[in-house]
């Protein structure tokens, strides 16, 4: 996965536009994006949108964002979509891997009342948006074969700590966020999954948006966060290796593959080593998807 697109889920007309959107995974929201008054309606919608397009041949991912934990919500929200079947749930405002361990036990239950695959229904946890949840970000490694990915979140950390803003005025986060996103990618590789980054959400600001995405798979994360449909072409562009990337990534495996027990070669003037091998296999192997 490289892009993952929210869309309110109760607003029939952004569900339709999202299947088209080219995003590899729909994150229908029943969270922040949906008022109190409309949660009720909005499962109904959600398990509707869940049931029709994964009817559809080339479809993408459909996760379902439910209320957390402690909202008094995520059991209904569950009840409601758990029978259209999504590929995943997104959990927001995890606190650790327990968390996850808790969403997967309401998972189970809903799949074998519903005839589904136990342990088919993915994970994926927003894992930054309370300060007590940066201490614990060690905890997802093995909390569920379920987890997919990992990812953070600026706004709800933001609100938790008190802070006036989150970015500075050229946009780049300020330092306890830019933490918060350090930790999270560690995270995430820690744990073998998917190092997803947040949402842009100043949506008219293309070049802004692009230079983040460009960090972001600088840094290592493979794969980002949307909130509108124009920025999904953006992500699947800057996250999907360059033939340039492929093509030296193939170079480094032939060398090393024609030359066993060579720990180190040099290639163009520069050094290779092992890490340059598994860094070589990690862009040969999402190629290969
Ligand atoms: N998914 C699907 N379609 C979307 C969309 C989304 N996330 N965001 C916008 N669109 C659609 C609009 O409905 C509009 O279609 P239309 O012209 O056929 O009606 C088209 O794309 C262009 O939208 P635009 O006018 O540029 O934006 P907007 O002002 O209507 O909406 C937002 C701006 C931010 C409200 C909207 O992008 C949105 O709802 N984003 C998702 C928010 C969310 O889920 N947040 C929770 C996670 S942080
Ligand atoms: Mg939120």
Same mark, same amino acid.
């Given at each position: 996965m490289r892009s993952l697109l929210f869309v309110p889920g109760d607003s029939p007309r952004k569900l339709e536009k999202a299947a088209g959107s080219g995003a590899d995974v729909l994150l229908i929201d029943l969270e922040d994006s949906v008022a109190p008054s409309?949660?009720?309606?909005?499962?109904?919608?959600?398990?509707?949108?869940?049931?029709?397009?994964?009817?559809?041949?080339?479809?993408?991912?459909?996760?379902?964002?439910?209320?957390?934990?402690?909202?008094?919500?995520?059991e209904a929200d569950l009840d409601a979509v758990m029978p259209a079947h999504p590929d995943g749930i997104m959990l927001p405002k995890s606190a650790s891997g327990v968390d996850v361990q808790h969403l997967a036990a309401k998972l189970a239950v809903r799949e074998a009342e519903s005839g589904l695959p136990d342990g088919g229904t993915k994970i994926i946890p927003v894992a930054t948006e309370m300060a007590r949840a940066l201490f614990a970000l060690g905890t997802y490694r093995g909390a569920s074969h379920r987890l997919a990915g990992l990812t953070w979140g600026a706004e709800d950390l933001a609100a938790?700590?008190? #802070? *006036?803003?989150?970015?500075l005025a050229d946009g780049t986060y300020t330092d306890p966020f830019r933490l918060a996103r350090s930790l999270a990618l560690f995270a995430a590789h820690g744990a073998e999954v998917d190092a997803i980054d947040t949402v842009y959400t100043d949506f008219r600001n293309d070049a802004g948006f692009l230079a983040e995405c460009e960090a972001a798979r600088r840094d290592g994360f493979t794969a980002k966060m949307a909130i509108h449909p124009a920025q999904v072409p953006v992500i699947n562009a800057v996250f999907t290796p360059s033939e340039e990337a492929v093509a030296k990534a193939r170079r480094i495996v032939d060398a090393f593959a024609a030359s066993p027990g060579v720990g180190v070669i040099g290639?163009?003037?520069?050094?290779?080593?092992?890490?340059?091998?598994?860094? #070589? *296999?990690?862009?040969?192997a999402r190629v290969r998807g």
């Amino acid at each position: 996965m490289r892009s993952l697109l929210f869309v309110p889920g109760d607003s029939p007309r952004k569900l339709e536009k999202a299947a088209g959107s080219g995003a590899d995974v729909l994150l229908i929201d029943l969270e922040d994006s949906v008022a109190p008054s409309a949660k009720e309606a909005a499962r109904g919608m959600v398990r509707d949108a869940v049931e029709s397009l994964r009817g559809q041949d080339r479809r993408p991912l459909l996760y379902v964002r439910v209320n957390a934990l402690d909202s008094g919500l995520i059991e209904a929200d569950l009840d409601a979509v758990m029978p259209a079947h999504p590929d995943g749930i997104m959990l927001p405002k995890s606190a650790s891997g327990v968390d996850v361990q808790h969403l997967a036990a309401k998972l189970a239950v809903r799949e074998a009342e519903s005839g589904l695959p136990d342990g088919g229904t993915k994970i994926i946890p927003v894992a930054t948006e309370m300060a007590r949840a940066l201490f614990a970000l060690g905890t997802y490694r093995g909390a569920s074969h379920r987890l997919a990915g990992l990812t953070w979140g600026a706004e709800d950390l933001a609100a938790d700590i008190g #802070a *006036e803003t989150n970015r500075l005025a050229d946009g780049t986060y300020t330092d306890p966020f830019r933490l918060a996103r350090s930790l999270a990618l560690f995270a995430a590789h820690g744990a073998e999954v998917d190092a997803i980054d947040t949402v842009y959400t100043d949506f008219r600001n293309d070049a802004g948006f692009l230079a983040e995405c460009e960090a972001a798979r600088r840094d290592g994360f493979t794969a980002k966060m949307a909130i509108h449909p124009a920025q999904v072409p953006v992500i699947n562009a800057v996250f999907t290796p360059s033939e340039e990337a492929v093509a030296k990534a193939r170079r480094i495996v032939d060398a090393f593959a024609a030359s066993p027990g060579v720990g180190v070669i040099g290639m163009d003037g520069q050094m290779v080593d092992r890490p340059h091998l598994r860094q #070589a *296999e990690r862009v040969l192997a999402r190629v290969r998807g």
